[in-house]
């Protein structure tokens, strides 16, 4: 997915409160019915951890004959992780790479250097139609790693632990948490987790990491006497105890994420992370003179934006 700047309202917590931002994304539309809402990076803050994008894709429902028609594009010093709760992507990268993705399953793509790659609807599902609803993130990664070989990693929904205890049931996507460790390789230390919450069950989020954020995918939770609903992101303050309960009526779902702060500042631009300008500027150039590798099997793919139309991230 290509970044734009959202330009989404801000809520300021009471500096006494767990929370030290509520951001509350805009949902945009990416044609053919299908929207996003754009979570990170965002006007106030720009990352959570490693973390430095987040998109929730849908809930969208393609008729027959339509589905996610994403080009062939390049990324360079981050890892993409796609994330499903229903539908399916297929994934081609420049590497030969082809995996269907699943609900529950994660597709983890090292940028590294650079890579090109393609998300579409499958074949089948394109032609009965089919529902469409997940997270996608980047990751960006550490100085050390930033130019290393890029890769790709397919992790099966059965793999991943599942911790269940009093109404909640968390699925470790990657990183450790609540004792449970993902089996999913990662270039820096970390969190992310799916957890579904029956009415009324409680959630710590422990302190373990210095930043911290839930994603409000579904039904509500409360946290300090006030309910936050789907497509809020809230984002701890370091070291603060903080306890989730989900509605007495619905239950709710949230996405956890966190880790340690990057080692120093991340520039993005377009589909490009990198902690260099001059490395952002190399990179645009590449993919402008098609010296990047493409995906093998795909001729079309998504130009350079150029010129630069409003919204199209530029330098902090």
């Known amino acids: 997915m290509a970044w734009q700047m959202p ?11 767990a929370l030290e931002t509520i951001i509350m994304p805009r949902t945009r539309d990416l044609g053919d019915g299908f929207e996003v809402r754009r979570a990170l990076p965002s006007m106030r803050r720009r990352m959570v951890g490693p973390f430095i994008f987040f998109d929730q894709m849908g809930p969208a429902v393609f008729r027959s004959g339509h589905g996610l028609d994403v080009r062939p594009h390049p990324h360079i ?3 993409t992780v796609t994330y499903l709760f229903e539908g399916q992507v297929l994934h081609r990268d420049s590497l030969g790479t082809v995996q269907t993705i699943q609900p529950g399953a994660v597709n983890w793509m090292v940028a590294g250097r650079g890579i090109t790659h393609s998300e579409r609807t499958p074949p089948g599902l394109r032609a009965s139609g089919g529902k469409l609803y997940g997270i996608q993130i980047w990751v960006a990664a550490p100085k050390t790693h930033e130019e290393i070989a890029p890769g790709f990693a397919h992790t099966p929904a059965e793999a991943l632990p599942v911790v269940e205890d009093a109404g ?17 390789s990662t270039l820096s230390e970390l969190f992310y987790a799916d957890a579904v919450l029956a009415a009324g069950a409680r959630l710590q989020v422990r302190a373990s990491h210095e930043e911290r954020a839930a994603y409000v995918a579904e039904g509500l939770v409360e946290l300090e006497g006030q309910t936050y609903g789907p497509g809020q992101l809230l984002i701890f303050r370091p070291g603060a105890e903080v306890v989730v309960t989900a509605s007495a009526q619905a239950g709710g779902r949230v996405l956890l994420f966190g880790g340690e702060p990057m080692d120093g500042p991340r520039h993005i631009w377009w589909n490009f992370v990198s902690s260099s300008r001059e490395r952002i500027e190399q990179a645009k150039e590449d993919w402008k003179s098609g010296r990047m590798a493409a995906v093998p099997g795909e001729t079309d793919f998504i130009p350079l934006p150029e010129p630069e139309p409003s919204g199209v991230a530029r330098y902090p």
């Not at 330009?7 to 409160?17: G, I, K, L, N, Q």
């Not at 909640?168 to 999913?184: M, T």
Request: aromatic share 6%; glycine share 12%; net charge negative.
């Open 168 to 184: 909640a049931r968390v699925r470790v996507i990657a990183g450790g948490l609540y004792g449970a460790r993902s089996p999913v």
């Open 77 to 79: 010093g981050l890892a």
């Open 7 to 17: 330009d989404e309202p801000f809520v300021d917590p009471d500096p006494s409160s």
